[in-house]
């Protein structure tokens, strides 16, 4: 069952959105038909990731995009940090076509936390101000982030000391360190136990409600999806088409563990799953 098109999946209205001067202000990120191919490094052949992607993102909205593993997630990540350029279409980012990382705009953070083991708490966190010109106290700012995600007291441990939930609050303040517009969340919360993981998103949930920036969050997790996201947006299996969108309006602040009870949640998350199983059963 798909939710009713929206405007991103109405073709004559992203033909509007191609000229800059007509962009909603409110536009952040925008994809406009995109496609990609990789070759394969052993057989040379193409691998056709993702076909035909159309997505608007809002400026400070929240989006959530869900699909089968394979399906093409992590490329669009890719193609909106300028990391990968599509094989076809363009993306914007603030009405400006991305051409290569723009580290200081957006923020990209993994599943994995990418910490460097020699570098203490407050040190690693410190390499996220690198790419930040602004004329800032970065001690008191790194000591700041240290606050907004926990880890006071924890400055001067190295990241073996810590736990793989801390370790991530880590990269997490790191991604926020130089106060990016755009957050890019490859299933940032993914690798860690079922408790830990509320943790996270409870504190993600309430950083971003703070600071309300405008994020991307790739994630395998439904429950995930609908409690952090304003939209989420459903992939089809590989190539990677925009399958479906619902928009969630659960009010917020948003309290994770209440949320999770309500049937409003429950219906949801039957009729998004219903989605992608489909997607994983029969899309391929
Ligand atoms: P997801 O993040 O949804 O699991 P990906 O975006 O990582 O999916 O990958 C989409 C498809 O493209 C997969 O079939 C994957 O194997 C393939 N792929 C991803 N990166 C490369 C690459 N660098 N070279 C070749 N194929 C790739
Ligand atoms: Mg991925």
Not at 81 to 86: C, D, V
């Amino acid at each position: 069952m798909s939710a009713p098109p929206t405007d991103s999946a109405n073709p004559s209205k992203l033909a509007d959105s191609r000229d800059s001067s007509d962009r909603r202000p409110s536009e952040k990120i925008s994809l406009r038909g995109i496609s990609h191919w990789y070759r394969d490094p052993r057989s040379a052949k193409l691998v056709h990731a993702v076909e035909s992607f159309d997505l608007t993102v809002a400026d400070r909205e929240f989006i959530s995009i869900v699909g089968p593993s394979g399906c093409g997630k992590t490329t669009l990540l890719s193609m909106i940090s300028g990391l990968i350029r599509p094989s076809r279409g363009a993306v914007d980012v603030d009405g400006t076509p991305v051409d290569g990382l723009r580290p200081g705009l957006m923020g990209y953070m993994f599943a994995r936390d990418s910490l460097l083991p020699w570098r203490k708490v407050a040190k690693n966190i410190r390499l996220g101000l690198e790419f930040d010109k602004r004329d800032i106290d970065r001690d008191r700012r790194v000591e700041e982030l240290v606050a907004t995600v926990g880890l006071t007291g924890f400055e001067d441990h190295y990241p073996d000391q810590l736990s793989h939930g801390m370790r991530q609050r880590v990269a997490l303040a790191r991604t926020l360190a130089g106060d990016p517009e755009v957050l890019l969340m490859d299933e940032p919360f993914g690798a860690l136990d079922a408790q830990t993981r509320t943790l996270m998103q409870e504190e993600f949930v309430r950083i971003w409600e703070a600071h309300q920036k405008t994020v991307v969050f790739v994630t395998h997790d439904i429950d995930e999806a609908l409690a952090l996201s304003d939209r989420v947006i459903v992939m089809s299996a590989r190539p990677g088409r925009l399958q479906a969108e619902y928009v969630i309006e659960f009010p917020r602040p948003r309290n994770i563990e209440e949320l999770h009870g309500t049937p409003e949640f429950q219906a949801l998350r039957r009729r998004i799953w219903h989605e992608l199983r489909n997607q994983v059963e029969h899309g391929s």
